[in-house]
């Protein structure tokens, strides 16, 4: 107890007098710390952190998103459905596009400059006054839960990067661990390892659902739930009936989503938290003896809403996550896709789009930096696409970015080679300023459409082209 207690002493003299950083010194002080102390495996700095800070990982009411892909915008569901239950709901995402403020979300508002600056200082002063080096990741982390605890959150999801190993996410006890997919590489060999890796988040009395499609990998799921005293719940099969094309693209996010909310309603919710009720989750009392005629009029006058109903008026509004600017001219479609399942997706979309309005004119602007892609299986994936659209891909090199996935770029003109190789049409750029402008011209400005995609670190480079400073 003297311990703790002298751990939270540091930190309440480290945040008011230690270094006051302004908001871009504390960026530049994020984006130069990514890599410090990575071989941290016992997450001793965020635990470190967590005890200085009275164990608010313990105190909050998590729900962890993990896998390979759909993450984001899971999380983003998630959010919207527990809302709608009356809840108020803190979100931390990964990565982030333009400013470290998009990951942390308040019922879905972006956090202040403000007060993003005054937990960084906070955590960061702390760090330094118990002489422990935590990593950007870590700072991050922590910044989320100081948030979402002062805002008194009902319930915090929190997104676990699967790049970034060990995961600082993990000091939390969720009530719900949920897997997207998993489709990394080395899940093809070792699929037991990979998903033994991914579910370390899961301790007993934690919920566990996915999405995955995979028998094999649903069953191992399950296996090391069991071993590990969690609570495995039957997987999803059907998709969320959200409108076209979105149904498709996103649907199993979605009704995974509607599962993790179901789950936290029925089972962790509070009884003290207002729920509506109106509630699209919860499940009701059973109701003894006929329902009065007056209880009829108000059925009939204020009918229940339907999650067929909420799916139907729901869009994702986060950036990136296949984010479509009809608005432009010619129409962009931004997508962070960095693996071949998201690329698969992006371009399904592209071809949904397509069948909805044909398009006259294709260009696909790629900026990769994730060099564990098996090229090969992409060039496939390419030709099948273009076989059915034509069209035309310009590739470019990027700039790998703080926080982000990947490191150096593609080699520009060998994947350009590549990509021509199998007779599809393709060029090279110096930069993506030169790619953008190359796909302008290809296509027509009112009914063309320009795909921008391959990682995050692209999707940034269209907006600071833009001049956006701020999504």
């Known amino acids: 107890m003297k311990n703790v207690n002298t ?10 007098h230690g270094q006051q950083r302004s908001y871009n010194e504390l960026v530049e002080y994020l984006d130069t710390n990514w890599s410090t102390n990575k071989d941290d495996n016992t997450l001793s700095c965020i635990k470190q952190l967590d005890q200085a800070f009275s164990g608010i990982s313990q105190k909050l009411n998590t729900i962890l998103i993990t896998g390979s892909n759909g993450k984001s915008l899971t999380a983003h569901f998630t959010e919207k459905l527990l809302r709608e239950e009356g809840l108020s709901v803190g979100t931390f995402y990964s990565p982030h596009l333009l400013t470290y403020n998009e990951r942390f979300s308040y019922n879905d508002e972006v956090i202040s400059n403000k007060t ?6 906070e955590v960061i002063n702390t760090a330094t ?3 422990i080096s935590p990593n950007s990741f870590d700072i991050l982390t922590m910044m989320a839960l100081l948030y979402f605890e002062k805002k008194k959150v009902d319930v915090v999801i929190l997104e676990a990067n699967e790049n970034i190993k060990p995961n600082a996410v993990a000091i939390c006890k969720s009530k719900v661990t949920a897997v997207t997919r998993v489709t990394e590489p080395e899940a093809e060999n070792n699929p037991k390892e990979t998903i033994e890796s991914i579910l370390t988040f899961v301790q007993p009395g934690t919920h566990v659902v996915s999405a995955d499609q995979s028998k094999a990998n649903l069953q191992i799921m399950q296996d090391i739930t069991t071993q590990k005293g969690a609570e495995w719940s039957m997987p999803i099969r059907k998709l969320a009936q959200l409108s076209y094309p979105f149904e498709q693209l996103h649907g199993r996010c979605a009704a995974l989503a509607e599962r993790i909310a179901f789950i936290y309603i029925n089972t962790f919710a509070n009884q003290d938290i207002a729920v509506v009720n109106n509630s699209l989750l919860a499940k009701q009392k059973g109701q003894r003896g006929r329902p009065t005629l007056e209880a009829k009029r108000q059925s009939e006058l204020n009918p229940k809403k339907t999650t067929e109903q909420f799916w139907k008026e729901t869009h994702s509004t986060l950036p990136g996550r296949f984010q479509l600017l009809d608005k432009e001219k010619p129409t962009v479609l931004l997508d962070n896709a960095s693996t071949i399942d998201a690329f698969k997706n992006v371009l399904l979309g592209a071809r949904l789009l397509h069948y909805q309005r044909p398009l006259k004119g294709l260009t696909v602007i790629l900026g990769c930096n994730n060099n564990s892609i098996d090229i090969s299986e992409f060039l496939k994936l390419l030709r099948y696409f273009f076989k059915k659209t034509s069209g035309q891909v310009i590739v470019c090199p990027i700039e790998p970015l703080p926080g982000h996935h990947g490191n150096h770029a593609w ?4 994947v350009t080679n590549d990509i021509k190789s199998m007779k599809i049409k393709a060029k090279s750029a110096k ?12 296509v027509d400005t009112r009914y063309g459409l320009v795909v921008i995609t391959g990682s995050s670190s692209i999707v940034t480079e269209y907006w600071k082209y833009k001049g956006i400073k701020k999504i």
């Not at 751990?7 to 008011?16: F, M």
């Not at 930069?431 to 290809?442: I, V, Y």
Request: cysteine-free.
């Open 431 to 442: 930069g993506f300023k030169e790619a953008f402008e190359m796909a302008q011209k290809t």
């Open 129 to 131: 006054a118990m002489k």
């Open 411 to 414: 080699d520009v003109e060998k």
């Open 7 to 16: 751990h939270k002493q540091a930190a309440i003299k480290s945040a008011s």
């Open 116 to 121: 993003f600056t005054d937990l960084g200082n």
